[in-house]
């Protein structure tokens, strides 16, 4: 898919206030800092459409991109940057569950992992929650850049079997990096697929 359209729509808490239900979207969630504003621009080839930050806790509403006229784009805030339950608690008690939990039109939720930890169990209870709401998601690891190879390769083999130990099928994943692109384009075909799945078209013939 090329992108030839990316603008930023609005801002909000609440989902009866977010634009028009009727066309596929794919939300971006995870860890403070993980990168989720930095891969947003990087899939858009442009850097200033999401507020990036080197301090976490940049990105504090659910904020809506309309790409090619076709398909959402969201921005949502990260969770808890101390490893603390308490903090995924209160996210998920508050506006994000509502938006994850409510919003008709997603396809897809991204939860963005950075490639260079350990499997934090914040994320594992995070997408367990996820599964027990039965919401869709796949996992993007983050700043690739950062790491060897072979380093890389063994992180990602390390989570997948972490993740085996709860779930029988691992998710679908993407190794990505802001900063080289690495994983753009499976992320954009992975989404062009998804766009002309049938969930997306039957979206496109509801009237919101
Ligand atoms: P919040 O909005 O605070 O939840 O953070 P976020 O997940 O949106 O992270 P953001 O995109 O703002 O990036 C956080 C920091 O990580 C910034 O300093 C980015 O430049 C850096 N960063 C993000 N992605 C990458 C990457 O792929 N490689 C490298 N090297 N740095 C990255
Ligand atoms: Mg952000």
């Known amino acids: 898919m090329i992108i030839k359209k990316a603008q930023f729509l609005m801002s909000n808490t609440e989902v009866a206030k977010c634009p028009s239900a009727n066309l596929p979207e794919y939300a ?18 442009n850097k200033k459409l999401a507020k990036t930050s080197n301090k976490p806790g940049k990105t504090q509403l659910i904020n809506h991109f309309l790409i090619n006229d076709e398909w959402y784009l969201v921005d949502l805030p990260g969770y808890g940057y101390a490893k603390t339950s308490r903090q995924l608690r209160n996210i998920w008690a508050g506006f994000i ?58 992180n990602i ?4 079997n972490k993740m085996l130990e709860i779930w029988d099928v691992a998710p679908e994943y993407f190794i990505t990096s802001s900063t080289t692109t690495q994983g753009r384009l499976e992320l954009l075909e992975y989404i062009e697929k998804l766009n002309n799945s049938d969930v997306s078209n039957d979206l496109k013939s509801k009237v919101y």
């Open 28 to 45: 971006f969630i995870g860890r403070s800092n993980v990168g989720k504003s930095s891969l947003i621009n990087m899939i858009t080839n």
């Open 97 to 154: 569950k509502k938006y994850l939990t409510q919003r008709e039109n997603i396809v897809c939720i991204f939860v963005l992992i950075d490639a260079r930890h350990e499997p934090q169990q914040i994320d594992l209870d995070f997408m367990y929650k996820l599964t027990m709401n039965q919401l869709p998601f796949s996992i993007v690891f983050t700043k690739a850049d950062k790491l060897s190879k072979t380093r890389l390769a063994k």
């Open 157 to 160: 083999e390390k989570y997948i």
